[in-house]
């Protein structure tokens, strides 16, 4: 079955740096995504892994290993805005539709 | 600007009626999707659409319905045979053709029973 695993709720401190992880379980893969979003607002698309290895882009990074159905986003230099959740997606095939994981809710504290 | 307009914002329901939620886009995108979401769960896919008077049901269908007359527009109806339908509903479009494209989100309708 489809399965997609996030921690609940991280906390961290202003400047400091957070590794939220995701695995997965799917019959596919095509891609993964990760989105960020803010309490009441709409998610925000953050980065996208197909192959294996490390995507930076600014202050996020995100990483992909396939064989072990695993993917992380690594925040550095923490800042109070990046408060938010964290969603970990999957597209499993061709379809272009994605399967969600519930979220990891960041706190970020002074 | 480009994006996704959902409205309105807040909706409330009664018992026994049916509700549409509005979903415009100006991104040019193909494909349109409607998710709910409930706290401490993921996204989950309502319907989709991958082409103007074209649609196919989610994995949550049952008490809602979509129409894709128009390929800027993909309203969602919330009926009454939906006995649970208190939840953030988000409206997302994308491209086809590439797998590497994001879906792009309207800002949400939070809808509640009366």
């Known amino acids: 079955g489809q399965n997609i695993d996030q921690p609940t709720e991280m906390t961290a401190t202003e400047g400091a740096i957070v590794q939220i992880n995701c695995t997965y379980q799917?019959?596919?893969?095509?891609?993964l995504f990760w989105y960020q979003q803010h309490a009441g607002e709409a998610p925000t698309f953050l980065s996208y892994?197909?192959l294996d290895g490390l995507e930076e882009k600014g202050r996020f990074s995100s990483f992909l290993s396939r064989s072990k159905g695993y993917s992380y986003l690594l925040l550095k230099e923490l800042q109070m805005k990046d408060s938010a959740s964290y969603l970990c997606?999957?597209?499993?095939?061709?379809?272009?539709?994605?399967?969600w994981g519930a979220g990891t809710k960041l706190i970020i504290k002074p | 600007d480009g994006g996704i307009t959902q409205s309105p914002k807040y909706l409330f329901r009664k018992e026994g009626q049916n509700v549409t939620l509005s979903c415009e886009q100006n991104?040019?995108?193909?494909?349109m999707y409607w998710y709910r979401q409930d706290p401490g769960q993921g996204l989950r896919l309502i319907y989709y659409?991958?082409?103007?008077?074209?649609?196919q049901k989610g994995d949550i269908a049952e008490g809602y319905s979509v129409s894709r007359e128009k390929k800027e527009s993909f309203p969602l109806t919330v009926t009454s045979a939906q006995k649970n339908p208190t939840a953030f509903y988000l409206c997302?479009?994308?491209?086809?053709?590439?797998?590497?494209?994001?879906?792009?989100f309207g800002d949400g309708t939070r809808l509640s029973i009366l």
């Open positions: 997302a479009s994308s491209t086809q053709g590439y797998s590497n494209q994001p879906q792009h």
């Open positions: 997606a999957v597209r499993e095939d061709s379809n272009y539709q994605l399967i």
């Open positions: 991104l040019n995108h193909d494909a």
């Open positions: 799917t019959s596919g893969f095509n891609g």
């Open positions: 892994n197909v």
């Open positions: 659409s991958q082409i103007v008077n074209d649609f």
